[in-house]
Nanobody, 128 residues
Framework: QVHLVESGGGFLQAGGSMRLSCAVSGRTFSSYAMGWFRQAPGKEREFVAAIWDSGYTNYADSVKGRFTISRDNAKNTVYLQMNSLQPEDTAVYYC??????????????????????WGQGTQVTVSS
């Protein structure tokens, strides 16, 4: 079974940087899209970023220019580099991958937790 484990969350001040990691096992990592979602207190879960097997990336407008998603196929790991962090970035961040290949961008963005595979989440807290 596909298993995802996030790491790298924690506390930091506004303007700081942090890198999240997600290690994936149980499937051919390079053949599938990988991405990140987040859920802030009192808010709905939202899409953050994704990267496809081709290297194509997609970002939410709220993080574009500040966050960078990347993947290391040799390590079966996807990363989210977060720069210029703001208090509104405070959330639980979840790593996710769809159940099959060839997932369109819009389908990935709308992916629910009942679809695909998800990590346990890692807390990111940004203070002003």
């Amino acid at each position: 079974q596909v298993h995802l484990v996030e790491s790298g969350g924690g506390f930091l001040q506004a303007g700081g940087s942090m890198r999240l990691s997600c290690a994936v096992s149980g499937r051919t990592f390079s053949s599938y899209a990988m991405g990140w979602f987040r859920q802030a207190p009192g808010k709905e879960r939202e899409f953050v970023a994704a990267i496809w097997d081709s290297g194509y990336t997609n970002y939410a407008d709220s993080v574009k220019g500040r966050f960078t998603i990347s993947r290391d196929n040799a390590k079966n790991t996807v990363y989210l580099q977060m720069n210029s962090l703001q208090p509104e970035d405070t959330a639980v961040y979840y790593c996710a991958t769809p159940p099959s290949a060839f997932t369109p961008v819009t389908t990935f963005q709308a992916m629910g937790r009942n679809s695909g595979y998800w990590g346990q989440g890692t807390q990111v807290t940004v203070s002003s």
